[in-house]
């Protein structure tokens, strides 16, 4: 089953390589989305792809890369759209 999440990730997220392992994180699992800074601190994390690979990623951006501090993710079921490519960064 193919699901699509929008994720917002709240914490010390930002200039912490957040969204460049969250790139290689999905990457590794053979997600579509992308990943991108939010001017109120957060990182937004749009993915699409096999239900279990998805939530994986959602429970990996809870922890998130080593230098990282989350403090909470707000995960949102979206309707598919079929209008991602291979996950990125966006600015």
């Known amino acids: 089953m193919i699901v699509r999440r929008r994720c917002f990730v709240s914490g010390r997220v930002q200039g912490v390589f957040f969204r460049a392992s969250t790139v290689r994180e999905a990457a590794l699992l053979g997600l579509?989305?992308?990943?991108?800074?939010?001017?109120?601190?957060?990182?937004?994390?749009?993915?699409?792809?096999?239900?279990?690979?998805?939530?994986?990623?959602?429970?990996?951006?809870?922890?998130?890369p080593p230098l990282a501090r989350v403090s909470s993710v707000e995960v949102r079921d979206e309707e598919l759209a079929g209008d991602l490519g291979p996950f990125d960064v966006r600015h």
Do not use: C, I
Request: hydrophobic share 35%.
């Open 32 to 64: 579509r989305g992308f990943a991108r800074n939010l001017t109120d601190g957060r990182v937004e994390v749009l993915v699409e792809g096999e239900k279990e690979k998805v939530e994986s990623l959602v429970r990996w951006l809870h922890k998130g």
